[in-house]
């Protein structure tokens, strides 16, 4: 578990680098015609350090998402006091033996896409706050379930007494496809579902989010740089 945490840091990478791009990031909002203080930015710390976590904090960034449980959980569990008041977000593909060990962790469990996961947190963490993940191109491969089956897995956990706050998507990963179509249903869908947040866009597609009316975008490469692979 330690390889997570001993994860790699860029080079030159400080807090006033993060609080720089995060800077550039809300101007990137604004371009593209949102309103940077309406914006959340949740960053991405996904394959970099629990360095990298800490500097986003110092940068003021305190929100920030994880995608594989075991990473996640490594962070969290070095006990960085830096860390303390992070609000983790939850936002790749779970598999439903993982939730029992990342309660108490995770802040909102963004990628809820089907019944049994929403059972498994409805069990474990009573009243959790989640969003439903929706694949709005019904790409191979991915995360989310369909549009058409987003409303009623919406309705069956705010039965079992969860927190929907809204609705969570990955735009499309071939480049080619233009992630506005997508976008734009996920953000209509929610409106109809009336669940306030759209968690949608990332550092490549994000003013085509804003354009749609994302509520959060996540960012990882556009505030610590490329990943390594
Ligand atoms: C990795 C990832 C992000 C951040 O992607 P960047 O390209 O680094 O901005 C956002 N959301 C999800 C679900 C991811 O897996």
């Given at each position: 578990?330690t390889?997570?945490?001993?994860?790699?840091?860029?080079?030159?990478?400080?807090a006033?680098?993060?609080?720089?791009?995060h800077?550039?990031?809300?101007?990137?909002?604004?371009?593209?015609?949102?309103d940077?203080?309406?914006?959340s930015v949740?960053?991405?710390?996904?394959?970099?350090g629990?360095?990298?976590?800490?500097?986003?904090?110092?940068?003021?960034l305190t929100?920030?998402?994880?995608?594989y449980?075991?990473?996640l959980?490594?962070?969290?569990?070095?006990?960085?006091?830096?860390l303390?008041?992070?609000?983790?977000?939850?936002?790749?593909?779970?598999?439903?033996?993982?939730?029992?060990k990342?309660?108490?962790?995770?802040?909102?469990?963004?990628s809820?896409?089907?019944?049994?996961?929403?059972d498994?947190?409805?069990?474990?963490?009573?009243?959790?706050?989640?969003?439903?993940?929706?694949n709005?191109?019904d790409?191979?491969?991915?995360?989310?379930?369909p549009?058409?089956e987003?409303?009623?897995l919406?309705?069956?956990?705010?039965?079992?007494?969860?927190?929907?706050?809204?609705?969570m998507?990955v735009?499309p990963t071939?480049?080619?496809?233009?992630?506005t179509?997508?976008?734009?249903?996920v953000?209509a869908?929610?409106?109809?579902l009336g669940l306030a947040e759209?968690s949608m866009?990332?550092?490549?597609?994000l003013?085509?989010?804003?354009?749609?009316?994302?509520?959060?975008?996540r960012?990882?490469?556009?505030?610590?740089?490329p990943?390594k692979k």
């Amino acid at each position: 578990m330690t390889e997570y945490v001993d994860g790699p840091v860029p080079d030159g990478l400080t807090a006033e680098l993060i609080h720089e791009r995060h800077l550039s990031v809300l101007q990137r909002i604004e371009e593209a015609g949102g309103d940077p203080e309406e914006v959340s930015v949740l960053a991405v710390t996904k394959a970099f350090g629990l360095r990298v976590a800490e500097l986003a904090v110092e940068a003021g960034l305190t929100s920030l998402g994880e995608n594989y449980a075991q990473e996640l959980e490594a962070k969290a569990r070095a006990q960085s006091p830096t860390l303390a008041e992070v609000d983790w977000h939850f936002i790749g593909r779970l598999q439903r033996n993982k939730v029992k060990k990342l309660v108490g962790i995770v802040g909102v469990w963004e990628s809820v896409d089907r019944q049994a996961l929403v059972d498994e947190i409805a069990r474990r963490d009573p009243g959790a706050r989640i969003l439903i993940q929706v694949n709005a191109e019904d790409e191979e491969g991915k995360g989310g379930c369909p549009i058409s089956e987003a409303g009623a897995l919406a309705a069956h956990a705010l039965e079992h007494g969860l927190d929907v706050g809204g609705l969570m998507t990955v735009g499309p990963t071939d480049q080619g496809i233009d992630p506005t179509p997508g976008f734009r249903a996920v953000a209509a869908l929610a409106g109809d579902l009336g669940l306030a947040e759209r968690s949608m866009g990332m550092t490549a597609d994000l003013e085509e989010a804003v354009a749609a009316g994302t509520t959060t975008i996540r960012v990882g490469r556009a505030l610590f740089g490329p990943r390594k692979k």
